[in-house]
């Protein structure tokens, strides 16, 4: 199955996460929240993909870029506790993060995430985070399926191939990460931009 790489991937508890120093107050707070709550380090660096896909796309579009970066490193940081309770997923994160102060904006933007839980994606970070959440796994997947196994060895129209191969990592939905279109994006440059975030902390990614 060509899913399996990512599966084993993403159940792996043995690679090592050097966490990316860290820039400013908030960012310090929520790494320490996230070591906190998330025991898996592949998931670790699933929310760190999405940090800095987020960082890339919020650049891209003139957005406020430490407030997206926050919430793609935050939105799955109920995850393990809510895995038996999908219905769940995004409430229990959104209870904290509100709790502790974090900005609306970005309580928001990790509540609507969870399509299951069927809250409106209004702001442009919520459609982000949205879109964003799925096209890292179809990436890791990718750059896994690859001789190399790595990200540098992959680029967008290499992602873009495995797209359409509709039984290629399933887990990462297709109609999800169509939804970049909502930020005047096409899929092509969504892809791309996605790659080259992924990328630049590669190290970070072990891959
Ligand atoms: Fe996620």
Same mark, same amino acid.
């Given at each position: *199955? ?20 860290? %820039?400013?107050?908030?960012? %310090? ?5 996230? &070591?906190?709550? +998330?025991? %898996? &380090? %592949?998931?670790? &660096? ?11 796309? $919020?650049?891209? /579009? ?20 809510? +895995? ?12 904290? /993060? ?20 069927? +809250? ?16 890292? @796994?179809?990436?890791?997947?990718? $750059?896994? #399926? ?6 540098? $060895?992959? =680029?967008?129209?290499? +992602? ?12 990462? =939905?297709?109609?999800? #990460? ?5 930020? @005047? *994006?096409? /899929? ?9 975030? *992924? ?6 990614? @072990?891959?």
């Amino acid at each position: *199955m060509l899913t399996e790489p990512l599966d084993k991937w993403r159940q792996g508890g043995s690679l090592q996460v050097n966490l990316p120093q860290e %820039n400013g107050m908030d960012r %310090n707070e929520a790494l320490s929240l996230v &070591k906190k709550h +998330v025991k %898996n &380090k %592949n998931l670790v &660096k699933h929310m760190l993909a999405v940090e800095a896909v987020m960082g890339a796309l $919020a650049r891209r /579009l003139g957005e406020d870029e430490d407030a997206w970066r926050l919430a793609g490193l935050v939105h799955d940081l109920d995850y393990d506790e809510t +895995v038996k309770t999908p219905e769940r997923h995004g409430l229990v994160s959104a209870s904290i /993060l509100d709790e502790l102060g974090y900005p609306q904006a970005v309580v928001q933007a990790v509540k609507s995430h969870n399509p299951a839980l069927g +809250v409106e994606r209004k702001s442009s970070m919520d459609k982000a985070l949205y879109a964003a959440d799925p096209v890292t @796994g179809l990436v890791i997947a990718a $750059a896994l #399926i690859h001789p190399e196994k790595k990200l540098s $060895a992959i =680029d967008g129209g290499f +992602v873009l191939k495995r797209f359409g191969e509709k039984h290629f990592a399933r887990g990462a =939905d297709r109609d999800q #990460i169509k939804a970049c279109t909502e930020l @005047g *994006m096409d /899929l092509d440059e969504f892809v791309d931009i996605s790659v080259r975030a *992924m990328q630049d902390i590669s190290g970070d990614l @072990g891959l």
